[in-house]
């Protein structure tokens, strides 16, 4: 069983900067890919970023690129997600999610375990 505890949110202005991280325990770190995903009020939850086990392929939405920047620290079984930039359409409960195996997924039925979220709210 692996769990997974995010947190970092916030409220902060337009054009501010935040780090989401997600602790991770239960099982061998490494092995799982890793990915953050979000769930504005009133709409799906759409995906983010991902990261493969070893932090060398990475994806991102494109509605992030450029702006969030997604990696992992295995030796401290933590998994980071900085956001630059922020606007209001980044507001969101934001979720970080679990995965065996290495192929990277923007489907969030692909992911087998979710942290218990954490609230971004970003002021015009």
């Known amino acids: 069983q692996v769990q997974l505890a995010d947190s970092g949110g916030g409220l902060v202005q337009a054009g501010d900067s935040l780090r989401l991280s997600c602790v991770i325990s239960?099982?061998?770190?490494?092995?799982?890919?890793m990915a953050w995903f979000r769930q504005a009020p009133g709409k799906e939850r759409e995906f983010v970023a991902s990261?493969?086990?070893?932090?060398?392929?990475?994806h991102y939405a494109d509605s992030v690129k450029g702006r969030f920047t997604i990696s992992r620290d295995n030796a401290e079984n933590t998994v980071y997600l900085r956001m630059n930039s922020l606007n209001v359409e980044d507001t969101a409960v934001y979720y970080c999610?679990?995965?065996?195996?290495?192929?990277?997924?923007?489907?969030?039925?692909?992911?087998?375990?979710w942290g218990q979220g954490t609230q971004v709210t970003v002021s015009s």
């Open positions: 990261i493969s086990w070893g932090g060398g392929t990475i």
């Open positions: 239960g099982r061998t770190v490494s092995a799982y890919t």
């Open positions: 999610a679990a995965k065996r195996g290495s192929l990277l997924r923007v489907e969030s039925s692909a992911y087998e375990y």
